[in-house]
């Protein structure tokens, strides 16, 4: 069974940074898509950032410009460097693949707050 493991949430003040990793224990030619994704109580979990295997990058229209995903083919993990964190950013983020087959995976979650 796949295996999502996230690190590198915690608390931040405004105008900080955060990176977020995520490591996975499928090999990497297997994925498809890598993604980040967060939630805050009471909404939907939204797509924040995403990469393919053609390292195409798709990006929501709140983070562009601060947020930047990536991948390390050779260590099985993805990241999302967070810039220029606002409160609103505050969330559960949550990592995301889905395999070449479209089988989709989920890490555990992490917590990101954004507070002065």
């Known amino acids: 069974q796949v295996q999502l493991v996230e690190s590198g949430g915690g608390l931040v003040q405004p105008g900080g940074s955060l990176r977020l990793s995520c490591a996975t224990s499928a090999t990497m030619y297997s994925i498809n898509v890598m993604a980040w994704y967060r939630q805050t109580p009471g909404k939907e979990r939204e797509l924040v950032a995403s990469i393919s295997r053609g390292n195409n990058v798709n990006y929501a229209d709140s983070v562009k410009g601060r947020f930047t995903i990536s991948r390390e083919v050779d260590k099985n993990t993805w990241n999302l460097q967070m810039n220029s964190l606002k409160p609103e950013d505050t969330a559960i983020y949550y990592c995301?693949?889905?395999?070449?087959?479209?089988?989709?995976?989920w890490g555990q979650g992490t917590q990101v707050t954004v507070s002065s």
């Open positions: 995301n693949q889905v395999s070449v087959n479209g089988i989709s995976n």
